[in-house]
């Protein structure tokens, strides 16, 4: 089964569209993935925004498939080893009391 042209897939962080076949736009709204796409050979920057906050656009000659593989790859990255167990709780600490704040 085919995707038709311009169906977005992924989120308002990392999404990507086939605007024609053969061809691929990933746009981003995160700095870091926009620096890891911008370092990719096989791409080149076609939009960017600055009135509504950080917004890249790159095309690559690809499939929709690929890119959804990539951003796959791209926000498992952000993902820690222990992120399943949840963020440890630690205690605060005050530099002048030198005593642990619950």
Not at 77 to 85: F, K, M, P, Q, Y
């Amino acid at each position: 089964m085919t995707t038709p042209l311009n169906t977005t897939v992924g989120d308002r962080d990392l999404c990507a569209w086939q605007p024609v076949h053969g061809v691929v736009w990933v746009q981003t709204r995160n700095p870091n993935h926009a620096r890891r796409l911008a370092k990719r050979r096989d791409g080149r920057l076609v939009a960017y925004g600055v009135g509504g906050g950080y917004l890249k656009t790159f095309e690559f000659r690809q499939s929709l498939a690929w890119a959804v593989r990539l951003m796959n790859r791209y926000t498992a990255a952000e993902v820690t080893a222990n992120a399943a167990l949840g963020r440890a709780i630690c205690p605060e600490t005050s530099l002048t009391s030198g005593k642990a704040r619950k």
